[in-house]
């Protein structure tokens, strides 16, 4: 499959994920999802990027159904982006379709020539701010 080096080309949307009720919504409690085989790819070297997705969130009204985030991380594999965009693009997603009360996305990629990057993006509901 030919790689899209193209910026945010062809990225998948929110609308591949899948959301379930939260059953105690008043409830402020914390989910954490790791997903150790996340894959994309350097739009300046075409090579692959491999990572560690964790996702950690409180949830208000709803949750990420797992299988379909599976299938929505999946669509990454053969994308061009960049490690800080992908973060970000993929927390914005969780965020448009959950509105959660704080959720944190960290992304820990494999060392390439010697050098590991970790690119941690946040939302909070209360500050209203993504940072």
């Known amino acids: 499959m030919p790689v899209d ?6 990225l998948p949307g929110p609308e ?3 959301t379930f009720e939260n059953q105690f919504p008043d409830r402020e409690y914390e989910i954490e999802i790791v997903c150790p085989e996340f894959t ?3 739009p300046k070297t075409g090579h692959p ?3 560690t997705l964790t996702i950690t969130y409180v949830p208000d009204k709803l949750c990420v159904e797992l299988k379909s985030l599976k299938l929505y991380l999946q669509q990454y594999r053969n994308a061009g982006i960049f490690y800080e965009h992908v973060t970000n693009f993929i927390l914005e997603a969780l965020v448009g379709k959950l509105t959660p009360r704080w959720m944190q996305l960290k992304a820990a990629f494999t060392p390439r020539g010697g ?5 941690t993006a946040e939302f909070s509901q209360e500050q209203g701010k993504r940072g």
Not at 5 to 10: G, T, V
Not at 115 to 119: E, L, N, S, Y
């Open 5 to 10: 080096k193209s910026p945010l080309a062809k």
């Open 49 to 51: 990027d491999f990572g």
């Open 16 to 18: 591949l994920l899948e």
């Open 115 to 119: 050098i590991g990057t970790t690119v």
């Open 40 to 42: 994309s790819v350097c």
